[in-house]
Nanobody, 126 residues
């Protein structure tokens, strides 16, 4: 079964940092663009960042620009999301998603993506 597995979610104080990871199961991330999304309680899922394959193109939502950095290791088949200066509004379940779309710009709309992970909880306390 093809799926993605997120890790790295935790409880952190406001101003702190976390690093999320996304790894594939049953396939590799060769030729796949990867996006990160989040869903806070009572809110719709929000696209926050993406990275193309092999990694020349990245995008960020305004809500995380300048604080979050997406990267990928194409040898280890891992995509990471470094999150700095976290605040309580960043509290959400974070999901990664993938779509086979090599050498093209990525997008942060949900409709771009075919495979999704189960999510990892990030909680930021004030």
């Amino acid at each position: 079964q093809l799926q993605l597995v997120e890790s790295g979610g935790d409880l952190v104080q406001s101003g702190g940092s976390l690093r999320l990871s996304c790894v594939p199961s049953g396939f590799t991330l060769d030729y796949y663009a990867v996006g990160w999304f989040r869903q806070a309680p009572g809110k719709e899922r929000e696209g926050i960042s993406c990275i193309s394959y092999p990694g020349r193109n990245t995008k960020y939502a305004d809500s995380v620009k300048g604080r979050f950095t997406i990267s990928r290791d194409n040898v280890a088949h891992t995509v990471s999301l470094q999150m700095n200066s976290l605040n309580p509004e960043d509290t959400a379940v974070y999901y990664c998603a993938a779509t086979r779309n090599p050498y093209s710009p990525c997008g942060i709309g949900e409709g771009h993506y075919d495979f999704w992970g189960q999510g990892t909880q990030v909680t930021v306390s004030s």
